[in-house]
């Protein structure tokens, strides 16, 4: 055995980093209106050169203008559901903690919405409202998830189920009262969809509060590999156990309201990520969470491919295709984790 | 060799040579504790002030039937709860106000079990002992890795550096968590009830193991536990708790009285002295039981 260098790091980031390039390229390719390969390469190249204004019409207005800013939003939804769900299952020492799961996503959800109709001109304050309901409903299913003092695996579960639906409720309550409004639908914030166009300023928010919210998870990435051994032992070993938990509970909640605020409550993919990256690269939190963000990453664009095209013309929800691979994954996972 | 360790050294030799007892490492004065669940309410539970020294290489077991005190002990010993009065003190500095990383370069502390929720390899559990002396990332340095080979090493164990944790057999698991503790490279190691979930065998073998560490590396080790037969072999010194306060510090053959442990373990004892000068205590039939 090999204990894990910074070399590994480093190198594993860039193999997943061609596969996500993989992946983009494969997302602008297909859809209902094929481009070939060679002209996605030309056309492309010349982009990179500066002649964007080259470029045929079509293509531009294909590529260019719709697939290709679903494709990056894609790319910043996965990376932050995936390392949010990864530092939910260290927290809470709990492999099924995902920020759906736990409801947290839909309590995001309902902190947008009810921004929304407070300030239905501000629109970039919409991730704020989603920070406040995340971080609300994490400690109401932190508290919930207890039994005689401590966290235990069903009835953390059985909290973030409750929380779900409850959110769930109260969001349909909320779409049916507010009619007229131009306000994405209930399925978004259900289901979770990547087809609502996002301002560029939305983009450069949620750029910034990925980098600073896994910046700050990876900073303590080497303490949450010891907390997943027991809180009562991380002391012992050291580990400034409060500090930690501040850190990666803000940061994760942060994550998933950028997420939720643009792509409403995409399902499971912050529990398959974390699980799949764990099996191929081993459960060491200082590979974990950059694999986690670029395995998220590659799994939202293809997730979203599949759904734009599995019934052309037609659209799925990229949420519908996620929660069709998540929820059995859950189930094996839930009934190995029992056995 | 660090500059401190070789100074432990010479000053170790210094007393051998000059027929000294070793100096005092760990200082318990007057501790007490109590725990309450409110600002306001009635304590639930209260340590009485206790006191005991320690010196390294030597071997103190906390001793006491369930509810007694021994954890309560151990965290002010380990320091992570400070004493409501009184004082502990290892070399000096009170455990309780150090920093969390010095305190773990100080103070290895290994529990009952210790669980793993994903699995890891042996090598990667021991190399967390490295942890208080690593900065940011803590990616294992060369000098960590032999560290805790050798730790691994000492308990005759090397062989499971590659193997996954959950494969491992009680007393394996046991080694491993061990060995993490002296990858620490701690001056007082604290155990909580080690031998819980070991045989018979694998007791005496873990006891054995942590008297000659002691003596190598010059520990001082506290072990808490309620196994009295292990204690009056093992033991240099037993501290004896019963409902949250200290009965009696000495040696084995001091402490062990057959009137005084029957009252603390509520069972018919019988204690006789041993060829070494340790007492040995055999559960007695009652009389309605005798056949």
């Given at each position: 055995m090999?204990?894990?260098?910074?070399?590994?790091?480093v190198?594993?980031?860039?193999?997943?980093?061609?596969?996500?390039l993989?992946?983009?390229?494969?997302?602008?390719?297909?859809?209902?209106?094929?481009?070939?390969?060679?002209?996605?390469?030309?056309?492309?190249?010349?982009?990179?050169?500066?002649?964007?204004?080259?470029l045929?019409?079509?293509?531009?207005?294909i590529?260019?203008?719709?697939?290709?800013?679903?494709?990056?939003?894609?790319?910043?939804?996965?990376?932050?559901?995936?390392?949010?769900?990864?530092?939910f299952?260290a927290?809470?020492?709990?492999?099924?903690?995902?920020?759906?799961?736990?409801?947290?996503?839909?309590?995001?959800?309902?902190?947008?919405?009810?921004?929304?109709?407070?300030?239905?001109?501000f629109?970039?304050?919409?991730?704020?409202?989603?920070?406040?309901?995340?971080?609300?409903?994490?400690?109401?299913?932190?508290?919930?998830?207890?039994?005689?003092?401590?966290?235990?695996?069903?009835?953390?579960?059985?909290?973030?189920?409750?929380?779900?639906?409850?959110?769930?409720?109260?969001?349909?309550?909320?779409?049916?009262?507010?009619?007229?409004?131009?306000?994405?639908?209930?399925?978004?914030?259900?289901?979770?969809?990547?087809?609502?166009?996002?301002?560029?300023?939305?983009?450069?928010?949620?750029?910034v509060?990925?980098?600073?919210?896994?910046?700050?998870?990876?900073?303590?990435?080497?303490?949450?590999?010891?907390?997943?051994?027991?809180?009562?032992?991380?002391?012992?070993?050291g580990?400034?156990?409060?500090?930690?938990?501040?850190?990666?509970?803000?940061?994760?909640?942060?994550?998933?309201?950028?997420?939720?605020?643009v792509?409403?409550?995409?399902?499971?993919?912050?529990?398959?990520?974390?699980?799949?990256?764990?099996?191929i690269?081993?459960?060491?939190?200082?590979?974990?969470?950059?694999?986690?963000?670029?395995?998220?990453?590659?799994?939202?664009?293809?997730?979203?491919t599949?759904?734009?095209?599995?019934?052309?013309?037609?659209?799925?929800?990229?949420?519908?295709?996620?929660?069709?691979?998540?929820?059995p994954?859950?189930?094996f996972?839930?009934?190995?984790?029992?056995? | 060799?660090?500059?401190?360790?070789?100074?432990?050294?010479i000053?170790?030799?210094r007393?051998?040579?000059?027929?000294?007892?070793?100096a005092?490492?760990?200082?318990?004065e007057?501790?007490?504790?109590?725990?309450?669940?409110?600002?306001?309410?009635?304590?639930?539970?209260?340590?009485?002030?206790?006191?005991?020294?320690?010196?390294?290489?030597?071997?103190?077991?906390?001793?006491?039937?369930?509810?007694?005190?021994?954890?309560?002990?151990?965290?002010?010993?380990?320091?992570?709860?400070?004493?409501?009065?009184g004082?502990?003190?290892?070399?000096?500095e009170?455990?309780?106000?150090?920093y969390?990383?010095?305190?773990?370069?100080?103070?290895?502390?290994?529990?009952?079990e210790?669980?793993?929720?994903?699995?890891?390899?042996?090598?990667?559990?021991?190399?967390?002992?490295?942890?208080?002396?690593?900065?940011?990332?803590?990616?294992?340095?060369?000098?960590?890795?032999?560290?805790?080979?050798?730790?691994?090493?000492?308990?005759?164990a090397?062989?499971?550096?590659?193997?996954?944790?959950?494969?491992?057999?009680?007393?394996e698991?046991?080694?491993?968590?061990?060995?993490?503790?002296?990858?620490?490279?701690p001056?007082?190691?604290?155990?909580?009830?080690?031998?819980?979930?070991?045989?018979?065998?694998?007791?005496?073998?873990?006891?054995?193991?942590?008297?000659?560490?002691?003596?190598?590396?010059?520990?001082?080790?506290?072990?808490?536990?309620?196994?009295?037969?292990?204690?009056?072999?093992?033991?240099?010194?037993v501290?004896?708790?019963?409902?949250?306060?200290?009965?009696?510090?000495?040696?084995?053959?001091?402490?062990?009285?057959?009137e005084?442990?029957?009252?603390?373990?509520?069972?018919?004892l019988?204690?006789?002295?041993?060829p070494a000068?340790?007492?040995?205590?055999?559960?007695r039939?009652?009389?309605?039981?005798?056949?």
């Amino acid at each position: 055995m090999r204990p894990l260098t910074a070399r590994r790091v480093v190198w594993t980031c860039i193999g997943l980093g061609v596969l996500l390039l993989a992946a983009v390229l494969l997302a602008l390719k297909l859809g209902a209106v094929p481009v070939s390969v060679s002209d996605l390469v030309l056309d492309l190249g010349r982009i990179v050169i500066g002649q964007a204004d080259a470029l045929p019409t079509d293509f531009r207005l294909i590529v260019v203008d719709l697939r290709l800013p679903r494709i990056v939003l894609g790319i910043l939804v996965g990376a932050a559901l995936s390392v949010a769900g990864a530092s939910f299952q260290a927290m809470l020492r709990n492999p099924l903690a995902d920020p759906y799961v736990l409801g947290i996503s839909n309590g995001a959800a309902v902190g947008s919405i009810l921004t929304l109709i407070v300030a239905p001109r501000f629109a970039l304050v919409t991730p704020l409202g989603a920070f406040v309901g995340a971080g609300a409903t994490i400690l109401a299913v932190y508290f919930l998830g207890q039994r005689e003092g401590q966290l235990d695996t069903a009835t953390l579960l059985l909290a973030g189920i409750v929380s779900m639906s409850f959110f769930s409720g109260v969001i349909m309550f909320l779409m049916t009262t507010m009619t007229g409004r131009d306000l994405r639908g209930m399925a978004f914030w259900l289901m979770g969809d990547l087809s609502t166009p996002v301002s560029a300023a939305m983009q450069w928010i949620f750029i910034v509060g990925l980098l600073v919210g896994v910046g700050a998870i990876y900073s303590t990435s080497a303490d949450l590999n010891l907390m997943l051994t027991g809180e009562r032992e991380a002391i012992h070993l050291g580990v400034d156990v409060t500090r930690v938990k501040l850190v990666v509970y803000v940061s994760a909640s942060l994550l998933t309201a950028l997420a939720v605020s643009v792509s409403g409550a995409i399902g499971y993919v912050g529990l398959l990520v974390p699980h799949i990256v764990r099996l191929i690269f081993g459960s060491d939190y200082r590979l974990l969470i950059p694999a986690s963000a670029l395995c998220g990453a590659i799994a939202i664009v293809l997730a979203d491919t599949l759904a734009r095209t599995i019934v052309p013309p037609t659209e799925l929800p990229v949420g519908a295709m996620t929660a069709m691979a998540g929820a059995p994954v859950f189930i094996f996972l839930l009934r190995r984790g029992l056995r | 060799m660090s500059g401190p360790e070789i100074f432990a050294r010479i000053e170790g030799a210094r007393h051998e040579r000059l027929g000294r007892e070793p100096a005092t490492r760990l200082r318990v004065e007057q501790a007490s504790y109590a725990y309450t669940a409110g600002a306001h309410a009635a304590p639930t539970f209260t340590l009485g002030a206790t006191s005991f020294l320690a010196r390294e290489r030597e071997i103190v077991a906390i001793l006491g039937p369930n509810a007694s005190g021994k954890s309560t002990l151990l965290r002010l010993i380990a320091g992570t709860i400070p004493p409501l009065s009184g004082r502990v003190e290892l070399d000096g500095e009170e455990t309780s106000r150090l920093y969390a990383k010095t305190r773990a370069q100080k103070i290895a502390v290994v529990h009952q079990e210790s669980s793993i929720l994903y699995p890891s390899r042996a090598g990667d559990f021991v190399l967390q002992g490295r942890y208080p002396y690593g900065r940011a990332l803590r990616f294992a340095t060369r000098e960590d890795i032999e560290i805790a080979r050798n730790a691994l090493a000492q308990l005759g164990a090397e062989h499971l550096w590659r193997r996954a944790i959950g494969e491992l057999s009680g007393g394996e698991k046991q080694r491993v968590i061990l060995a993490r503790a002296l990858a620490q490279q701690p001056r007082l190691i604290l155990l909580d009830e080690p031998t819980l979930h070991l045989d018979i065998g694998a007791q005496v073998e873990l006891l054995e193991r942590l008297r000659q560490l002691a003596k190598e590396n010059r520990y001082t080790v506290v072990v808490v536990t309620h196994e009295l037969g292990l204690v009056a072999e093992f033991a240099d010194q037993v501290v004896l708790l019963h409902l949250g306060r200290c009965l009696r510090v000495g040696a084995p053959a001091d402490v062990y009285h057959r009137e005084l442990l029957e009252q603390v373990f509520e069972a018919p004892l019988e204690v006789e002295l041993g060829p070494a000068g340790r007492p040995r205590v055999h559960l007695r039939a009652r009389r309605g039981d005798e056949m």
